[in-house]
Antibody, heavy 120, light 110 residues
Framework: QVQLVESGGGVVQPGRSLRLSCAAS????????MFWVRQAPGKGLEWVAVIWFDGSNQYYADSVKGRFTISRDNSKNTLYLQMNSLRTEDTATYYC?????????????WGQGTTVTVSS | QTVVTQEPAFSVSPGGTVTLTCALS?????????PSWYQQTPGQAPRTLIYNTKSRSSGVPDRFSGSILGNKAALTITGAQADDESDYYCVLYMGSGIWVFGGGTKVTVL
């Protein structure tokens, strides 16, 4: 079955870096665009970044632009989010999600999330 | 900066109908914004309900329907059930790879 499993979350100090991973299985990973979406404690969902199926294009929310980098390794069926210069406001559960194959239709399948806490 | 607005909360009786909306600060929502809708219960990952305005995701019951109502995207729950009590989010595609979520609507069934 289609599955996305995030990992790499944890507690990190402000200004430090962290890399999240999302392992995909049950589908042809290289056919799909992929998202990162986050949710701060008690808050709503926030789109973070998207990457095209072949990694040729990436787009970011203004809140993370210049600090976060989305990437993928299609040979390993894995999506990444490199997070640098972390701030306390980056504290959230981070979800990876598959994009609908047939168009810019949003998030199709979601992982269970990994929690990032930025605190001194 | 584009803001997507949803009602903060709604209450619906079991078996009743409720319509949630998703509005755009910069103007009208249309099908070209590809609105989609997600359901989330506390502690769980979101679940996709509706995409491309009105297409139901796999396994989603037909009591959930999407549409454009006036100048907003809308999610209607017809015949609400107790397990529909959740937070509901819309997201709109702004073009150029940019997506914006609404703030979410908390639906209570009582």
């Amino acid at each position: 079955q289609v599955q996305l499993v995030e990992s790499g979350g944890g507690v990190v100090q402000p200004g430090r870096s962290l890399r999240l991973s999302c392992a995909a299985s049950g589908f042809t990973f290289s056919d799909y665009g992929m998202f990162w979406v986050r949710q701060a404690p008690g808050k709503g969902l926030e789109w973070v970044a998207v990457i095209w199926f072949d990694g040729s294009n990436q787009y970011y929310a203004d809140s993370v632009k210049g600090r976060f980098t989305i990437s993928r390794d299609n040979s390993k069926n894995t999506l990444y989010l490199q997070m640098n210069s972390l701030r306390t406001e980056d504290t959230a559960t981070y979800y990876c999600a598959r994009e609908f194959w047939s168009g810019p239709y949003g998030m199709d399948v979601w992982g269970q999330g990994t929690t990032v806490t930025v605190s001194s | 900066q584009t803001v997507v607005t949803q009602e903060p909360a709604f209450s619906v009786s079991p078996g009743g109908t409720v319509t949630l909306t998703c509005a755009l600060s910069s103007g009208s929502v249309s099908s070209s914004d590809y609105p989609s809708w997600y359901q989330q219960t506390p502690g769980q990952a979101p679940r996709t309900l509706i995409y491309n305005t009105k297409s139901r995701s796999s396994g989603v019951p037909d009591r959930f329907s999407g549409s454009i109502l006036g100048n907003k995207a809308a999610l209607t729950i017809t015949g609400a059930q107790a397990d529909d009590e959740s937070d509901y989010y819309c997201v709109l595609y702004m073009g150029s790879g940019i997506w914006v979520f609404g703030g979410g609507t908390k639906v209570t069934v009582l």
